[in-house]
């Protein structure tokens, strides 16, 4: 039989467990579309995903930090960015590059504000995924280098944390 604070914990990383499911299904779905070659599909799932990583994230924002709250936070946010990311990829895929850019700025931009938080924690957590969205948009500069419209978009982006010697020509 369990004591009174693993059957707490244990309620609580159920909580978490379903709180995620939806995000979770639509993830999978989309991955599944994708690998199908069915992007129409897997954009409106990996959508799906993103806004309800984004509405969680912003539900455990708003508690009072606690470990079963910033234990929250560290699923909510990568769930965010892969969700970000595999929309990103689906627009490359559709050929809408612009959207695809919009995409990753945006969740950069989210992770830039989330390391401003006034808990440590959740700014710890932000600046690990800082480095994967710098990197990922630095990528896609590389990759789309001979459109000027797409580097003026990314060194604004990365400009909000950078020195100007850090930006992109």
């Not at 004591?3 to 990383?13: A, D, G, P």
């Not at 950069?108 to 401003?116: P, R």
């Not at 797409?150 to 020195?163: E, H, M, P, R, W």
Request: contains cysteine; aromatic residues 8%; charged residues 15%.
């Amino acid at each position: 039989m369990m004591n009174t604070i693993e059957h707490h914990t244990s309620l609580q990383l159920d909580y978490l467990e379903n709180a995620l499911a939806p995000w979770q299904t639509s993830i999978m779905q989309g991955n599944s579309a994708f690998e199908q070659g069915k992007l129409l599909p897997a954009r409106d799932s990996y959508f799906i995903a993103k806004n309800l990583a984004a509405h969680l994230l912003q539900q455990f924002l708003h508690s009072p930090l606690n470990d079963d709250v910033t234990r929250a936070i560290e699923h909510c946010i990568p769930a965010l960015v892969v969700a970000s990311h595999n929309l990103a990829d689906t627009y490359i895929a559709l050929q809408q590059v612009e959207k695809a850019c919009h995409c990753l700025c945006e969740i950069h931009n989210t992770v830039l504000s989330l390391m401003q938080n006034e808990h440590f924690y959740v700014r710890q957590i932000s600046q690990y995924h800082n480095v994967k969205t710098s990197s990922e948009l630095m990528l896609f500069a590389k990759r789309y280098a001979v459109l000027p419209e797409i580097i003026d978009k990314i060194n604004n982006c990365l400009g909000a944390q950078s020195t100007p010697s850090g930006l992109l020509h």
